[in-house]
Nanobody
Framework: QVELVESGGGLVPAGGSLTLSCAVV?????????VAWYRQAPGKQRELVAS??????NSADSVNGRFTISRDVPQNKVLLQIYSLKPEDTAVYYC??????????WGQGTQVTVSS
């Protein structure tokens, strides 16, 4: 049974940085077809923040450059670094991963709150 366990959320001031961690239990993060982070703000739909396919570099930046997703293979984790936090980044952040031939898996989420 695969389990994704997020951590690292909290209350941070605007302009700060944060690193979220997603521990992968019961599977190998290196072999995941794709790993991703999503977020859901109150009253809004869940949206994709950043994703990383298997065959490529072990890290990637989002379009606006404030989010960096990476695979920590030795620790078997997926990380999300967030820079220059804004109040509109306040949301529950979810880790997602898919392995070939299986359904995708979701973590329970970690709350990020950015104060202005």
């Amino acid at each position: 049974q695969v389990e994704l366990v997020e951590s690292g959320g909290g209350l941070v001031p605007a302009g700060g940085s944060l690193t979220l961690s997603c521990a992968v239990v019961g599977a190998n993060v290196f072999s995941a077809t794709v790993v991703a982070w999503y977020r859901q703000a109150p009253g809004k739909q869940r949206e994709l923040v950043a994703s990383l396919p298997r065959f490529g570099p072990n890290s990637a930046d989002s379009v606006n450059g404030r989010f960096t997703i990476s695979r920590d293979v030795p620790q078997n984790k997926v990380l999300l670094q967030i820079y220059s936090l804004k109040p509109e980044d306040t949301a529950v952040y979810y880790c997602n991963a898919l392995w070939s031939g299986e359904n995708d898996y979701w973590g329970q989420g970690t709350q990020v709150t950015v104060s202005s």
